[in-house]
């Protein structure tokens, strides 16, 4: 099971700035994502969230291809495309994978109007190295909530105040 990580952001373009370099520290192979969603409350203080991932149009893309092969061994690939493309849309809207989609909705009604907050669910991580490549955006996040034991929760707080 992963590691769920809620860090809290005066701005929403902070929050998607760590998702990038996050995502970039992948490459180095510092940290394993399995999500990153960043919540944002708008100034009228409706809930957005923005997913790394687009299931619609992947389901889309999917269906699509699916259903091209199926419509050519019955002659007609246009219709196989179509039907494979709205099947795989409507199936990828409705899977929620990684963090629950109630738990982030949750998450932005206690953020404050035109604030964000960047939700992690991490499979590994060198969490000091991490928080070192960060450090340029660390003195703006707020550890907000995590399923970390209390040591570990200390620890990456320590590590969060120390790079401020």
């Known amino acids: 099971m992963g590691q769920l990580i809620v860090l809290g952001f005066e701005k929403a373009e902070e929050a998607e700035d760590v998702r990038k370099e ?3 520290l992948q490459q180095d192979h510092l940290i ?3 999500d990153a969603v960043v919540v944002v409350s708008d100034a009228a203080g409706k809930v957005e969230l923005h997913q790394a991932l687009n299931l619609p149009a992947a389901g889309a ?3 699509g291809f699916w259903g091209t092969l199926v419509g050519l061994v019955f ?3 246009l219709l196989g495309a179509a039907v494979g493309a709205g099947v795989g849309a409507a ?3 409705l899977t929620d ?6 738990f982030l909705r ?3 009604e206690t953020l404050k109007p035109g604030s964000a907050a960047l939700c992690l669910l991490v499979k590994q991580a060198t969490v000091d190295r991490v928080i070192e490549k960060l450090h340029s955006h660390a003195p703006h996040a707020k550890l907000l909530r995590t399923n970390l034991s209390h040591t570990d929760e200390a620890r990456l707080q320590q590590l969060l105040d120390a790079a401020s």
């Open 22 to 24: 996050l995502v970039a």
């Open 32 to 34: 394993a994502l399995e």
């Open 61 to 63: 893309l999917s269906g």
């Open 75 to 77: 002659l007609n690939p």
């Open 91 to 93: 199936s990828g809207a």
């Open 97 to 102: 994978l990684g963090i629950n989609d109630g």
């Open 106 to 108: 949750e998450v932005g």
